[in-house]
Structure formats: C-alpha cells, structure tokens
C-alpha cells in the first residue's frame, strides 16, 4: 500500500467558516458561536482509495489558516508547498472583488506555481440559492474553470463532497505522475 501525504489549506475571510466546515467534516458537529482562529490549526483526515488495484493511502494535513490583517506575513508562510487550498466565502459576502480575488492573489503570490484551488460558498442554510440566482450566475461565469461547492457548516449540505472532491482530485493527480 502506497501512502501519500497532501497539504490542503483553507482560507477566507473571518467568519465566512473555514473552522465550521472543518470541524464539521473530522467530528460532525456544529457550533452557533464564534471563535475566532489565532495563527493556524491543523486537522488530519485519512482517505483510502483504490486505483488500477493499487491501494493508496491519502493522508490529508488540512491548515486552518486565520484571517486577520494582523496575521499577514505569517499567512504567505503557511501556503508554501499547498497541494490544494480552499478559498471559503460566505454566500452573504460574495462579492468577488473584496471576498474572493485577495485571496486568489494570495494562492498565487505564496504558493507553489499552478496549486490548484477551489470555491467554496459557504452557509447556504441561511439563504435560498434561488433568490441570489444572479450572483450566483455571474460568479459561476467568472470563476467557470474553478470547482465551486455551496455548503453549510450548519446542516452539513455538501461538506462531505468537498473532501471527497479533493481526495479523487489528488489521487487522479498522482495517478497521472
Ligand atoms: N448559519 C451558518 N453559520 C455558520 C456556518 N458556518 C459557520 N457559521 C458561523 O459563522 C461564524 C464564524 O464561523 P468560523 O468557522 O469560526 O469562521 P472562520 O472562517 O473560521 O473565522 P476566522 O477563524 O476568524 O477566520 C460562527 O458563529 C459559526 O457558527 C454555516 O454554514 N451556516
Ligand atoms: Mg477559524
């Protein structure tokens, strides 16, 4: 059995629920209260995964990165050899401009050339997508080469996906290697 260890890094904004969605996915639970991450936490998720009859064992170091200003020069450090980074943004704050595109300048400036990204809007528990139809329109056109997932930390809609999104993702990646 073949054992391959990823770096994955979450970041956002603060409070669009970097920390919610990856507590929700390693324990299943979900807290209303809101406390801020100071610096990074590390989460580890073990996937098993069989191709061309080979077994392989994914182990996923997930970083949950803060967000705050003040944290800014410690942030470029922590993307450094990212495999994959998941840019969290609340689906109440979905301007690309001001939620989405510092970040995505971020990935680019501190992690290693072409990591891939993806998108994910976060809780969806608190809106109906179908009443925000045009900024979901314009975000799917302008990011269409992006993978986005829309969740909820809260009722837990699509927070597996992600992960076994990510996991197929850098599989077939090493598979192609
Ligand atoms: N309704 C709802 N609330 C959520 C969801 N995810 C997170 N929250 C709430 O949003 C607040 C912030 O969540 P966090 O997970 O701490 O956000 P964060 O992105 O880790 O914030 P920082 O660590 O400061 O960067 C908390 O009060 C959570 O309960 C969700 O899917 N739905
Ligand atoms: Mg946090």
């Not at 803060?66 to 450090?77: G, L, V, Y």
């Amino acid at each position: 059995m073949e054992t391959w260890k990823k770096k994955i890094c979450l970041i956002g904004s603060d409070g669009v629920g970097k920390t919610s969605i990856i507590i929700r996915y390693t324990q299943g639970t979900f807290s209303n209260s809101y406390l801020m991450t100071l610096g990074c936490d590390f989460y580890e998720i073990e996937k098993k995964s069989l191709q061309n009859n080979k077994e392989i064992n994914l182990g996923l170091v997930v970083w949950d990165i803060a967000s705050q200003r003040n944290f800014e020069k410690i942030r470029s450090h922590y993307l450094q050899h990212a495999n994959l980074v998941i840019i969290v943004v609340d689906v109440n704050r979905l301007e690309p401009k001001n939620f989405i595109e510092p970040w995505i300048t971020d990935v680019k400036a501190n992690s290693p050339p072409n990591c891939p990204y993806i998108i994910v809007v976060n809780k969806s528990d608190l809106i109906d997508l179908k009443d925000l139809q045009k900024s979901i329109e314009d975000l799917e056109k302008i990011y269409k080469n992006t993978k986005i997932f829309y969740s909820s930390a809260k009722s837990g809609e699509n927070i597996d996906s992600i992960f076994n999104y990510i996991a197929d993702f850098l599989i077939n990646e090493i598979d192609e290697k």
